[in-house]
């Protein structure tokens, strides 16, 4: 079936150059706290410039260089209120997530935080090339 539709609105896959040309992937699994709502935390390689994450098992809060949370309770009103809105970022299950490391000549850390406790969640840290063992 033909469509007019012309994609507007669905974020490219690849918004960072992360070929094997300009980047070299370090990876690691995590298993976060036991028990739920302790935050991990993961120091990311030096020169980082990006990191992807994956999980199955259940919904992560994270934030870069920041205490994610705590983690709210659903709003049931019919108005949310701007004061209800926490730091963090969702890691959805089964959808891989690509978060962009504004400034890879620092250290940054990765927190973790989840309401399911030990969920496993997959870190690569997408590094510039040549920049040897983190």
Do not use: H, K
């Amino acid at each position: 079936m033909q469509t007019t539709w012309p994609g507007y609105g669905i974020p490219p896959v690849n918004v960072l150059p992360v070929d094997g040309e300009t980047c070299e992937s370090w990876s690691i699994p995590v298993v976060l706290a036991d028990p739920a709502n302790v935050v991990t935390t993961v120091v990311l390689p030096s020169l980082t410039l990006a990191v992807v994450l994956w999980t199955t098992e259940a919904l992560v809060w994270f934030s870069l260089n920041a205490l994610p949370g705590p983690i709210p309770d659903p709003n049931l009103g019919v108005s949310v209120p701007a004061s209800a809105f926490v730091r963090g970022q969702l890691l959805v299950p089964n959808i891989l997530l690509t978060y962009a490391v504004a400034d890879p000549l620092v250290v940054n850390t990765l927190y973790l935080v989840c309401r399911s406790p030990s969920p496993l969640v997959y870190v690569t840290a997408l590094r510039q090339l040549g920049a040897g063992a983190p």
